[in-house]
Nanobody
Framework: QVQLVESGGGLVQAGGSLRLSCAASGRTFSTYTMAWFRQAPGKEREFVAAINWNGGSSYYGDSVKGRFTASRDNAKNTVDLRMNSLKPEDTAVYYC?????????????????WGQGTQVTVSS
């Protein structure tokens, strides 16, 4: 069982940067693909980024490609999401998720473990 706790959300102006972090429990963190999803008010949860077990491969949603970067530290059991050039439309609750294995899954249903989410608000 993996437990996930996100942190780092907050209020930032458009064009600014923010870094989210997700801390995972358990000794098998390196066996999981980690991902970030987000959900804006009144909208469905959407895929943001996924990173494989050793950080050597990652995949991003079209809306964040080139602006967001995922990274992980298996020694610390953490995965980060660096968000640059933030836009008001990036405003959402951001969720960390874990899926066992090495595939870069992008569907919500592929991820069995979820954090509670952290709010990111980008003002114009």
């Amino acid at each position: 069982q993996v437990q996930l706790v996100e942190s780092g959300g907050g209020l930032v102006q458009a064009g600014g940067s923010l870094r989210l972090s997700c801390a995972a429990s358990g000794r098998t963190f390196s066996t999981y693909t980690m991902a970030w999803f987000r959900q804006a008010p009144g909208k469905e949860r959407e895929f943001v980024a996924a990173i494989n077990w050793n950080g050597g491969s990652s995949y991003y949603g079209d809306s964040v490609k080139g602006r967001f970067t995922a990274s992980r530290d298996n020694a610390k059991n953490t995965v980060d999401l660096r968000m640059n050039s933030l836009k008001p439309e990036d405003t959402a609750v951001y969720y960390c998720a874990a899926a066992y294995g090495s595939t870069l899954w992008i569907r919500i249903s592929d991820y069995a473990h979820w954090g509670q989410g952290t709010q990111v608000t980008v003002s114009s």
